[in-house]
């Protein structure tokens, strides 16, 4: 079985910007793709024991990444995961047991979102902010941001075959 792909595509010759944020919505359609038309506990299912690696583990994954590289680094916003204990500073989007699947999908579109209007209203590539004691370009977060994505839709795409067969890039 091969997945219907309705990515937008990417242009091939235009500004470094506009290149940019099209590769990485390119990156953010094809995970939202590796998880299209499948059940909640397909969505939940882990890769092979000892991974905890899942299709809605990568989705929370990348809302907080969203949000930590480009409302708290870029926008100097002290926003905290909805998916962490109170008090707690890991990490706890690949711990999907209980989760819901429509909120977490709700809350990665709503941090894709809230990127995309941070990028927008960026003046320039060259525009920073602070992660820790790092200063960051938003040039250098949207490659960073494409490279992420890219490598765990690489680990999507393994666990969308494991679970149906589909395939496609």
């Known amino acids: 079985m091969t997945l219907q792909d309705h990515r937008t595509p990417v242009p091939h010759a235009a500004g470094e910007r506009a290149t940019l944020t099209a590769m990485l919505d390119f990156q953010r359609d094809t995970l939202a793709l590796k998880c299209a038309g499948l059940t909640p506990d397909q969505l939940r299912e882990r890769a ?41 500073t ?14 977490a999908f709700t809350v990665w579109r709503e941090e894709c979102a809230r990127a995309r209007a941070i990028v927008d209203a960026a003046e320039s590539l060259d525009v ?15 490659a960073h941001m494409i490279e992420e994505y890219a490598r765990h839709n690489g ?12 395939t496609g890039e």
Do not use: Q
Request: no cysteine; hydrophobic share 35%; glycine share 14%.
């Open 90 to 103: 890991d990490r706890f989007g690949f711990d999907v047991d209980g989760a819901d699947v429509d909120e």
């Open 155 to 166: 680990h999507a795409d393994l666990l969308r075959e494991r679970l149906d067969g589909a």
């Open 128 to 142: 920073t902010g602070t992660g820790g004691e790092e200063t960051y370009s938003l040039r250098y977060v949207l």
């Open 48 to 88: 092979i024991p000892p991974s905890g690696l899942s299709l809605l583990g990568l989705v929370r994954h990348a809302a907080e990444v969203e949000r930590g590289w480009f409302r708290n680094t870029l926008g100097g916003e002290r926003s905290r995961s909805p998916w962490a204990p109170p008090g707690s």
